[in-house]
């Protein structure tokens, strides 16, 4: 799973291919007969072998041959209505996928990832954490101290933009590895910042790194993962939930004991907390750059790879997978070619430098956006999705944000702390439950998170009926249940939906409106309405918009295969 040899960071690992892993498919190409024989195959894949690596869609015991598979690509063509070479490469690919099984490689990725949706909770929620201490000390008012959050979602907009396409330009490999480090980098600057201006401009910055996060680390699970095994995409968003308990409870650690007590007295030498919490979350976050850098061999998308024509190391990339969780594949280029057709020549071969500049920007045009709306059902799932994340983005920030100085108005600061632990510990399950209901009959995907989105909603209302705080810890806690099932789903079905050659596309402009709208939470509660409460009642209202716009998405990805 780990690779902690220098070689393997500076060396182009998607044009090394595994041969030995490789065996012959009956009736189509195989390796050479002694690297057959030193694997120890025989002249045809068993079935039954591809079913304990968690193979599925034939008979167990019968043979996979190159016929048989060529059936299934045409019968799958037939049934989705879309034909092209992709198409067809990208079936093709996920049933090697699905036939080299979960492994070594798929949960060490899912490790991976999970860190840099740890990353995206934790400065969510720790600059929330932060606003009261940094208003003190330098000397701004509660209201006022809600531009911190603004200035961050600044950077998240940007990143999601940026990094969503980005990945479908250059590839999911190099955008992963740099989000993490701009944000942990940024991070652990921001603990030093200076002054107001510089806090919030430190926090912009490593919004960009943090924004980028979501978009692209879903994106890269999942298309990794065996057709079969999708639903584990929505308990990634666990690991959200791990990232709202880091930050909640360092803040506990740090700011109830290392800050000052008021206005007056407030200085930089007596109000250290929200200092070690910002480099506390800046160290975790560079740590996981350092991992994903240093301790992985990641191998490029082999569905980004195809869609760029770069098949030869598509291929070398499943082979990698199948490498690294000591099991075989099938796959070669002959056989993806033979099935899926030929790939063009590369266009930009004699160009000079500035028109291959020009083409390369010509990625983040119009043209990228368009396939999102390629049919009327990929078009109404589309904008029905994008509204989902516009609304409970905005929800989410209105309440979620600005829940410890909504607690703080009948608690002490130690109680405040201690409440938001206690309500990130209740988020914990959430995605988990999600994970076990998205395949259930009649329920699947879209049925958990619409349930999950009204009941939150409703919570929300409930909230704000009582000022008694233990009833209030009650509702948070309960909230943020239902609410990590609502987004453990969310992020797991957005990029199911969108075919591999946009998934970054579609994907990163549903974050970015999120984050827009995370933007405008803040103002709205600055501006809006003197009454402290009514921000809470836009939350709900909004997170019952977005119940509505899932009751009427066309698409059901239980059970599918995303191309």
């Known amino acids: 799973m780990f ?18 892993v490789v065996v012959p498919l009956a009736g189509g190409s195989a390796p050479k007969p002694k690297e057959a024989a030193d694997n120890g195959s025989n002249s045809s894949l068993d079935r039954a072998s591809l079913q304990e690596n968690g193979a599925s869609g034939v008979e167990a015991g019968t043979t996979l041959t190159l016929e048989g598979l060529r059936a299934e690509v045409e019968a799958d063509i037939a049934a989705s209505s879309h034909d092209s070479v992709y198409d067809r490469k990208a079936k093709i690919i996920n049933r090697a996928v699905q036939d080299i099984g979960m492994g070594r490689y798929q949960w060490g990725l899912f490790i991976l990832c999970g860190m840099g949706w740890v990353a995206d909770n934790l400065w969510l929620q720790g600059v929330a954490l932060t606003l009261t201490p940094l208003a003190m000390e330098f000397g701004v008012s509660e209201t006022d101290s809600r531009f911190a959050t603004c200035s961050l979602f600044v950077g998240l907009i940007v990143g999601a933009s940026f990094w969503g396409i980005a990945s479908d330009a250059i590839g999911r490999r190099p955008a992963f590895n740099m989000t993490l480090g701009i944000c942990g980098t940024f991070g652990l600057a921001a603990g030093g910042g200076p002054n107001w201006v510089g806090i919030c401009a430190l926090y912009a910055c490593l919004g960009l790194g943090v ?5 692209v680390d879903a994106a890269v699970f999942l298309e990794c993962l065996p057709p079969n095994s999708g639903s584990i995409l929505s308990g990634l968003a666990t690991w959200w939930s791990v990232g709202t308990l880091i930050a909640s409870m360092l803040a506990w650690a740090f700011i109830p004991n290392f800050s000052c007590e008021s206005y007056a007295t407030c200085t930089k030498a007596n ?7 910002v480099l506390s979350l800046g160290a975790i976050t560079f740590f996981g750059f350092l991992c994903r850098f240093f301790l992985f061999t990641l191998y490029e998308s082999p569905k980004f790879l195809v869609s760029r024509g770069r098949q030869e190391e598509a291929v070398a990339a499943v082979q990698g997978i199948a490498h690294k969780n000591k099991t075989t594949t099938w796959l070669t280029e002959e056989i993806l070619n033979d099935i899926g057709g030929y790939p063009e020549e590369d266009k930009k071969q004699g160009l000079s430098h500035r028109e291959i500049i020009k083409r390369s920007l010509e990625i983040f045009s119009y043209q990228q956006v368009a396939p999102v709306f390629k049919t009327k059902r990929l078009a109404v799932s589309t904008i029905l999705i994008w509204i989902c994340w516009t609304c409970i983005g905005m929800g989410y920030t209105l309440f979620n944000a600005f829940l410890p100085q909504y607690l703080s108005a009948n608690s002490t600061t130690y109680e405040t702390y201690r409440n938001y632990a206690i309500t990130a510990v209740c988020g914990i399950p959430g995605p988990l439950l999600a994970w076990a ?29 009582s000022k008694d705080p233990n009833i209030q810890l009650v509702c948070s806690s309960l909230e943020s249940f239902f609410q990590m099932i609502m987004y453990g789903v969310l992020y797991a079905y957005t990029p199911e939906v969108f075919p591999a050659p946009n998934r970054g596309t579609g ?3 549903a974050s970015c409106l999120n984050r827009i709208a995370g933007l405008m939470a803040p103002i709205i509660g600055i501006y809006a309405s003197t009454d402290p409460v009514a921000p809470i009642y836009a939350a709900g209202a909004l997170l019952l918009a977005a119940f509505v716009a899932m009751c009427f998405l066309p698409i059901e990805t239980r059970g599918k295969q995303s191309l």
């Open 3 to 20: 690779d902690l040899s220098w070689k393997a960071l500076f060396t182009n690992r998607d044009r090394r291919g595994f041969p030995e």
């Open 211 to 215: 924004g980028g996060n979501l978009p």
């Open 271 to 277: 109000n250290w907390g929200w200092r070690y919490l």
């Open 437 to 465: 209901t998205v395949d259930i009959k009649y329920i699947g995907r879209k049925g958990t998170m619409a349930g999950s989105t009204l009941i939150t909603g409703v919570l929300l209302f409930c909230f704000t009926a």
């Open 507 to 509: 994907s990163g402009i």
